[in-house]
């Protein structure tokens, strides 16, 4: 080989890389079950703009970014779509049909999905009809289920310390089923297969004759293909990223899935396969049709329109605020969670309690902790999953017996594991049923009548009723000796509390006029048996609940070092100001407090005050969750005792309808929007931008909570959309693996992402509607454009449309961004007080 | 036989079974109409059924009437006749509960569970039939009516097996298990033939009577007929190699798997129970039957410890478990095998509605022990103090180990499992106050076992009849066997969890995989049965 050959190959190696590289990162991470968090499937995608990746996945999978043709029909005939937003929509996507045009088409069919960019063995079923494609994505999954597993099997793979590639080779070496199926010569294949996965994908690519051009889309199709696993190997390269790591599982998976194809490809090179898979990748490198473009565009004049209707309200409503002159000193304050089933019980606690304030701010309160509970061996984090904690916190036991309380935790967890070993092991399991079967009788029973639980409760297991009151996260460092772990570095350190406090207090908006009480909520959901029980949980919290870290801004706040810094920092507490921690449960709307015994005496009638408000708020919320649940018809206890029931079901699929139906994000003062019904749809932050000094603030909320919406709302969006894809299937088919990697669905195949289809449809109808996020910020449109200009992430998402953006001025009217730095008035005074919403 | 006075009970078990049968008779359209009411009116019949098992359990405490005939047409060629009436000994009585239990259960979660699918209201259909079925097999007095209970248990199956029809893998486990039931079926048949032709009888009672009456060899044709319900029973309760549609038909949703688990798979171990007048006559088919239940216990068990999704190991559970129930039916401990039986259905619809709550164990705090490893002194010596533990406890509940080989067999299993315990425990929490409660445990499951298996042989005194002299000549081969093959499973245990060896790396892999008999069988059916192909859709609006 000369000089530029070598050069040649060098670069054309280099260019792959890149391409693999560019592949890999279009598959968006999941999160385990243990702690399951909303991921925005197409974060990968967004470099592109909205069209453009659903062009680039109808060519890749076949199918698009947008609902059938039918569900916006039957939105127009029942009026949700009305003539007015098409004729709007068809303004804003700048396009040159009319009303009746779009109407005309919404009557047709769309074009069939086309068959995108299959892999080999699809071609192969459509050849010899077969069902490789449903066997390599089995075979695949099974290794992928045991090398990753968290620790469902007793007796786990032997490869586990190798690359998933090399331990794919060395176990598709001994395994005998793709002989079994046929391809007699596969063990020996795999062996001389190149050992390095790049190199592996390389000589795919050459075996397999894809053009230059349709690379990345192979490689793209070839990892959406076992997009579950591949979303999984994406989690765990971006958890090493976040702690200066590399993980490349991603790659290997891509090489293992491109190399069944090489050995499909080669083993059954018949003819007919040949030809097929040219022509394949023939049509694959055409453009999409004039027709199809014609039905993208209105598709996309469509979905539009269908935001266009929803803001339509929201803008009015913006217009009209209630902006009732501040309390002398509100009677209670309150901050929430910005989820959008904080807004229903904001509203509703401000109902029953004109006085009280409250407030919306990200629920893990600015802390950027990691949590160890009692006992535990090592912590779990807290905060939103693009950072890392910055404090460990241990739990501290009140009264002098923290060590038998520890102690007795590991002893009872410890219990626990020789019971399993008993009842799981081979030569053990079959006296473990006789000896100990019956006791489930009774067990089917309780557990059934929603008496018990079937497991033990993971947050209080091994520690005895009575102590749970007495244990809690502290600020201060914990002994090693106590926690069981070897790190000295743990609570908050008194030097940085009033920096932190003031950080926080600030990004609240909370500098004044503070009340007696101040109420922190954070929320979490109490649900049994549901192996998405954590996507329920509090995302900003990394899929925990916002009680630890409640707990700990609370408890900061409390402290008499924090508010003596603070106040040399400006900010005056009250004397009579005490912070208390509580809990929103989302699925029946009960708030619990925390660390009631530590509130001074002096407030015990604002305590008796709050907590009354707390349960008629609770009685009102549920009122009016009632109708979705399906409970209108029952009275007021009825309604509280089903949901109650609904929380302690192992038979419950829909405990809640969690954050179905999110369409919106409003940073503004709650005096913008208290006189809005915003029917549980909208995440609101708390943002006062006179009081932001350089836009500091601003800058956050743009960066984190709003990238943290456009998160969950895009996971909701994509589950509707393509559930089978980027949703998790039927619930009552799941079926756990790995422990608590995810679920698959039924006896196998791909691990499935998303939420399940009854999280999202009732039945009847999709209770979810997919819309795009539509932001409100109010703020001056210049602070905007620099901090988009400044952050790629955030340019992307909202100049290529994955969500709307709109300035709220600071006389009420909205301006909706468009393209780069230009900001459009909405409608103006013609659409104002029309459409107020629910009032 | 019909006595007025001593009807009732007989009367009113049958009653459970038409009850369900009546309100199974909705059609699915109209049930899908109203799944809310198909829901409660199911709920309320199962509900009737346990009431109904409970009346009759306590009835039975102080009436021993058994047999009882509705209606009977004979048959030609004088092979009885075939009759519909019912059979009641304690064996009928344990089912009923168990089974009407099971069904209230199950019936109950599926509410809420199946809310909101389109066609609940035919789950429910096929559900109460199912039931039905499996309940008129319980109580049915006459062979041909049992059979035919039999087979209706499995076509009702057959439709809630492919309650989601437009999943391909759901409709080739169906598929599997179709082909797997007729051949039982057919076994079934043919054995009741051979009976019929040799007793002229089809009524359990009769058939108990003659058997127990009769000394010396059975004839050859019972003994072919002890045979084929050998295998009609290893069929039904898949057993190696016929184990892969049971694995597969997580395809239908939980509330299925946790009925069949719990109550219909065991329905082989119940085939043979039933038959014991004519099984403890039959030396060869009860050794069959502990070759087919060792077997499929070893390979099952191992390949268990290896799965990593949590319904697939439930699945190779059920079987592992069936095979210790048909083992221990071979080894003449019937009463055995109807705790294991009742116990196992228990726990496992436990485990399969209870199988959403897999992640929560991964929920809660990581709590580290400093393990030392298995020491290779300490399996000796926690299997000596095991075995010291459970001859003492066996001999204070008044075993005589000399005079019953089985309970050799039943002790050594037994005491091998406690050694676990107290190997664990010394593994992860070795100070003296753990040590001597898992020693206090391993007592305590110990005594349980011997408690349990006095209350069961002394309940089903009336349903079995024990094996005969001339059938047990293989019991001096299959005791020692059945403990050779325990000790010899938990080596292998040790051996594919710890060893490091390229033979153990081929070992993981051939178990993790199923040992590919499945893949043959999918093969093959694939060509002549193949699953409809569907390219996997949108499930969009199923409106």
């Known amino acids: 080989m000369n000089m530029s050959e070598t050069i040649l190959a060098k670069e054309s190696a280099a260019l792959l890389d890149r391409r693999i590289d560019a592949a890999c990162t279009r598959i968006a991470p999941l999160w385990p079950l243990k702690h399951f968090v909303a991921v925005n499937p197409f974060f990968g995608l967004r470099d592109h703009s909205f069209q453009d990746a659903s062009d680039i996945l109808a060519r890749v999978v076949g199918t698009s970014l947008y609902m059938p043709r039918a569900y916006f029909r039957e939105q127009f005939a029942c009026g949700r779509i009305k003539r007015e937003d098409i004729e709007q929509a068809l303004e804003r996507c700048g396009s040159q049909l009319d009303a009746a045009a779009v109407e005309h088409a919404l009557a047709t069919e769309a074009p069939q999905p086309k068959m995108g960019m299959a892999s080999v063995s699809e071609v192969l079923d459509r050849v010899e009809g077969g069902i490789w494609t449903a066997f390599v994505t089995e075979r695949i999954s099974l290794h992928c289920a ?3 597993d968290l620790g469902q099997a007793v007796v786990g793979m032997p490869w586990r310390s190798l690359s998933l590639y090399a331990s794919w080779r060395k176990a598709a070496a001994i395994d005998r089923s793709p002989a079994m199926m046929g391809l007699g010569d596969f063990r020996a294949a795999v062996a001389r297969l190149p050992a390095e996965p790049r190199a592996a994908i390389a000589r795919a690519l050459e075996e397999l004759g894809v053009p230059d051009a349709a690379v990345e889309r192979y490689l793209h199709a070839a990892l959406l293909s076992i997009g579950g696993w591949a979303a999984w190997a994406r989690y765990l390269s971006w958890q090493a990223e976040l702690n200066g790591q590399r993980d490349d599982s991603i790659v290997d998976l891509l090489a293992i899935r491109v190399m069944w194809d090489v050995l499909l490809f080669r083993e059954k090179s018949d003819a007919a396969l040949v030809a097929r898979w040219r022509e394949m990748l023939a049509a694959s490198m055409r453009p999409p049709s004039a027709k199809r473009q014609a039905a993208a565009e209105i598709d996309r004049i469509l979905l539009n329109a269908m935001e266009i209707g929803f803001q339509r309200g929201v803008i009015a409503g913006l217009g009209n605020p209630a902006m009732a002159a501040p309390a002398a000193r509100p009677a209670v304050q309150a901050a929430f969670c910005i989820d959008v089933r904080s807004e229903v019980f904001r509203r509703s606690l401000e109902t029953v309690a004109p006085s009280a304030q409250t407030i919306g701010f990200a629920g893990f309160f600015g802390i950027f902790i990691e949590h160890v509970p009692i006992g535990a061996s090592a912590g779990r984090s807290h905060v939103p999953v693009i950072f890392r904690p910055a404090y460990r916190i241990h739990d501290r036991v009140t009264g002098l017996d923290a060590e038998t309380v520890i102690e007795q935790r590991r002893r009872r967890v410890g219990f626990s594991k020789v019971w399993k070993g008993f009842k799981l092991s081979a030569a053990s399991c079959f006296s473990f049923v006789e000896t100990a079967g019956l006791t489930y009788g009774p067990k089917l029973l309780t557990d059934s009548l929603g008496w018990s639980r079937p497991v033990p409760d993971p947050n209080s297991q091994g520690i005895a009723g009575r102590d749970l009151n007495r244990i809690g996260p502290s600020l201060e460092a914990v002994a090693t000796a106590q926690c069981g772990t070897h790190d000295a570095a743990s609570g908050i350190p008194e030097a940085d509390r009033a920096g932190q406090a003031e950080r926080i207090l600030r990004a609240m908006a909370m500098t004044g006029n503070f009340a007696r009480l101040v109420l922190l909520a954070g929320h979490g959901s109490t649900t049994v048996n549901n192996p998405h029980s954590t996507a329920l949980d509090c995302g900003a919290c990394a899929g925990q609940t916002g009680e630890a870290s409640a707990r700990v801004v609370a408890a900061l706040m409390n402290d008499p070092v924090t508010r003596r810094g603070l106040r040399e920092r400006g900010i005056a507490i009250p004397e009579d100001t005490w912070f208390l921690a509580g809990l929103h449960d989302t699925t029946t709307d009960e708030v619990r407090l925390y660390d009631t015994d530590d509130v001074p005496d002096t407030l015990s009638l604002d305590m008796a005050q709050l907590r009354q408000w707390l349960e008629q708020a609770g009685d009102l919320s549920r009122m009016e969750r009632s109708a979705l649940l399906g409970l209108a018809h029952l009275p007021d206890h009825g309604v509280e005792a089903n949901v109650r029931q609904r929380s302690r079901d192992w038979s419950q699929v829909r405990p809640e309808w969690a954050l179905a139906n999110n369409a919106a994000f409003i940073a503004a003062p709650r005096a ?21 000094d350089g836009f500091k603030i601003l800058e956050l909320i743009m960066t984190a909570p709003m990238v943290v919406a456009n998160w969950i709302n895009m996971q909701y969006y994509g589950s509707v959309v393509d559930n089978s894809r980027f949703g998790s299937g039927n619930k009552v088919l799941h079926n756990i693996v790995g422990g608590a990697i995810g679920v698959l669905e039924g006896n196998g195949g791909d691990l499935r992402v998303g939420l399940p289809m009854q999280s999202l449809h009732d039945g009847k109808r999709w209770v979810h509607e997919p819309l795009r996020l539509s932001v409100f910020i109010e703020a001056p449109q210049a602070a905007m454009d620099e901090i988009i200009d400044r952050h790629d992430l955030v340019r992307q998402l909202v100049e290529n449309d994955w969500l709307h953006l709109f300035c709220i001025g600071d006389d009420g009217n909205t301006y909706r961004r468009v393209g780069r730095a230009n900001w459009q008035p909405t409608g103006g005074p013609a659409s104002r007080g029309a459409g107020r919403n629910g009032q | 036989m019909t006595s007025t006075a001593s009807s009732f009970i007989p009367a009113l078990v049958l009653l459970a079974p038409a009850l369900l049968w009546l309100g199974g008779l909705m059609p699915s359209g109209s049930a899908n109409a109203r799944p809310l009411r198909m829901a409660r009116l199911n709920e309320a019949a199962a509900w009737l059924t346990f009431t109904i098992g409970v009346i009759a359990a306590v009835a039975h405490l102080f009436d021993a009437s058994k047999a009882w005939r509705l209606y009977s047409v004979p048959l030609p060629g004088g092979i009885g006749a075939f009759s519909i009436g019912t059979y009641v000994t304690s064996l009928t009585v344990i089912m009923l509960l168990l089974v009407s239990f099971v069904g209230v259960i199950v019936s109950r979660y599926a509410r809420n569970y199946l809310d909101g699918d389109p066609n609940q209201g035919r789950f429910y259909k096929w559900f109460t039939l199912t039931l039905a079925s499996i309940l008129t097999l319980i109580v049915s007095g006459n062979l041909l009516m049992f059979s035919m209970a039999w087979i209706a248990t499995s076509l009702c199956l057959h439709q809630l097996l492919m309650f989601y029809q437009e999943r391909p893998a759901a409709v080739l486990a169906a598929h599997k298990k179709f082909i797997a039931s007729r051949i039982g079926d057919a076994c079934l048949l043919l054995a009741i033939f ?80 039933r038959m014991s007048p004519i099984m403890s006559h039959s030396g060869a088919a009860l050794a069959a039957l502990a070759v087919i239940g060792l077997v499929t216990l070893t390979l099952a068990s191992l390949v268990m410890l290896t799965q990593t999704s949590i319904k697939v190991s439930l699945a190779w559970s059920t079987t592992a478990q069936m095979g210790f129930m048909l083992l221990e039916c071979g080894l003449g401990a019937y009463s055995l095998a109807m705790l294991h039986l009742v116990a196992h259905s228990l726990y496992k619809a436990h485990a399969f509605l209870a199988s959403g709550s897999g992640a929560d164990a991964f929920r809660a705090p990581v709590v580290r022990y400093d393990s030392k490893g298995p020491k290779s002194g300490g399996l000796l010596f926690a299997l000596i103090v095991a075995g010291g533990m459970t001859a003492a406890i066996g001999t204070a509940f008044g075993v005589t180990w000399q005079q019953q080989p089985t309970l050799i067999a039943a002790g050594a299993i037994v005491a091998i499992a406690i050694s676990q315990i107290m190997l664990q425990t010394a593994d992860i929490l070795y100070q003296p106050a753990p040590m001597l409660r898992a020693i206090g445990l391993s007592a305590l499951v110990c005594a349980a076992y011997f408690l349990l298996h006095q209350m069961f042989e002394r309940i089903l005194n009336d349903s079995v009849l024990p094996l005969r002299d001339t059938a047990s000549a293989a ?57 409809p192909h569907q390219p996997a859709k949108t499930p969009g609006a199923r409106s």
């Open chain 2, 475 to 531: 019991q001096d081969i299959l005791v020692p066997l059945t403990i050779a093959v325990f000790v010899g499973l938990l080596l292998m245990q040790q051996f594919v969890k710890a060893a490091r060896s390229s033979l153990r790396d081929t070992l993981y892999l051939h178990l993790y995989n199923g040992l590919y008999i499945d893949v043959y069988i999918t093969r093959l059916l694939q060509r002549v049965w193949p699953a």
């Open chain 1, 146 to 148: 045991a090398y990753f």
């Open chain 2, 194 to 273: 051979l009976i019929g032709s040799t007793l002229h009888t089809l009524e359990f009672s009769e058939i108990f009577e003659r058997m127990a009456a009769m000394d010396g060899a059975m004839p050859l044709s019972l003994q072919a007929a002890s045979l084929l319900v050998v295998l009609s029973a290893a069929l039904k309760s898949a057993q190696f190699p016929f184990h892969g549609w049971l694995i597969q038909v997580m395809e239908a949703p939980t509330p299925v798997s946790a009925l069949l688990h719990a109550g219909i798979v065991n329905a082989g171990a119940f085939l043979v129970i």
């Open chain 1, 672 to 692: 913008r929007t208290s006189g809005m019904d915003l029917g549980g749809r909208s995440f609101l932050h708390e943002y006062v931008w006179q009081a932001d």
